[in-house]
């Protein structure tokens, strides 16, 4: 059975930084693409970015660069994200995915497995 499970997430204020994590197990990975992505409320699920199986490629939604960084370890199957210079409008619930196409996309329909989310809030 797959599971994605997700941590770190928490209480911050503003300007200050998290580091989401995500292991993956239940199945081999390899040649997998995994992305983070999050949902405030009343909006829809929206890209963060993704990293490929090797780690050598990411993606990040245009918004987040320079503030967001994913990264991974391929030994353990895990993914993070370290946020940086948290705003308010980053509070969400932050969702973990895994592509197995492997091709590193940012649309949500494409990836097959999903975390049940950690809620991330940054207050002003």
């Known amino acids: 059975q797959v599971q994605l499970v997700e941590s770190g997430g928490g209480l911050v204020q503003a300007g200050h930084s998290l580091r989401l994590s995500c292991t993956a197990s239940g199945r081999t990975f390899s040649g997998s693409a995994m992305g983070w992505f999050r949902q405030a409320p009343g909006k829809e699920r929206e890209f963060v970015a993704v990293?490929?199986?090797?780690?050598?490629?990411?993606y990040y939604a245009d918004s987040l660069k320079g503030r967001f960084t994913i990264s991974k370890d391929n030994a353990g199957n895990t993914v993070y994200l370290q946020m940086n210079s948290l705003k308010p409008e980053d509070t969400g619930v932050y969702y973990c995915a895994v592509e197995l196409g492997g091709r590193g996309t940012r649309r949500r329909r494409e990836y097959d497995y999903w975390g049940q989310g950690t809620q991330v809030t940054v207050s002003s």
């Open positions: 990293i490929s199986w090797s780690g050598n490629y990411t």
